[in-house]
Nanobody, 125 residues
Framework: QVQLVESGGGLVQAGGSLRLSCAASGSTFSINTMGWYRQAPGKQRELVASISSGGATDNADSVKGRFTISRDNAKSTVYLQMDSLKPEDTAVYYC???????????????????WGQGTQVTVSS
């Protein structure tokens, strides 16, 4: 199937910027939608932003105008540019991908979804 590896988290002061990356790897797959989610302590995981294979994006209201999601299909990588960060953006950020993969066992294309391991983003006031 598909494995996702995230990078780019860290500690930043309020008003600063960070860029997260998430690279997908595997054999014989085609990624549809990719997205970034976040989970703060004591809260449910929430969608931050998503991007379709065609480039259509959707952002949560809380990050509109501050965060930008993009993807490089040739590299199977999705990015999240985070600007004007606020302390309330502090959370573990997770990458997600919905995809089709070729199953050699069933000799057919099958759908799947994968999550990254998460990367910590901490914004100090």
């Amino acid at each position: 199937q598909v494995q996702l590896v995230e990078s780019g988290g860290g500690l930043v002061q309020a008003g600063g910027s960070l860029r997260l990356s998430c690279a997908a790897s595997g054999s014989t797959f085609s990624i549809n939608t990719m997205g970034w989610y976040r989970q703060a302590p004591g809260k449910q995981r929430e969608l931050v932003a998503s991007i379709s294979s065609g480039g259509a994006t959707d952002n949560a209201d809380s990050v509109k105008g501050r965060f930008t999601i993009s993807r490089d299909n040739a590299k199977s990588t999705v990015y999240l540019q985070m600007d004007s960060l606020k302390p309330e953006d502090t959370a573990v950020y997770y990458c997600n991908a919905d995809y089709m993969y070729f199953s050699h066992g069933t000799i057919s294309w099958r759908s799947g979804t994968s999550w990254g391991q998460g990367t910590q983003v901490t914004v100090s006031s």
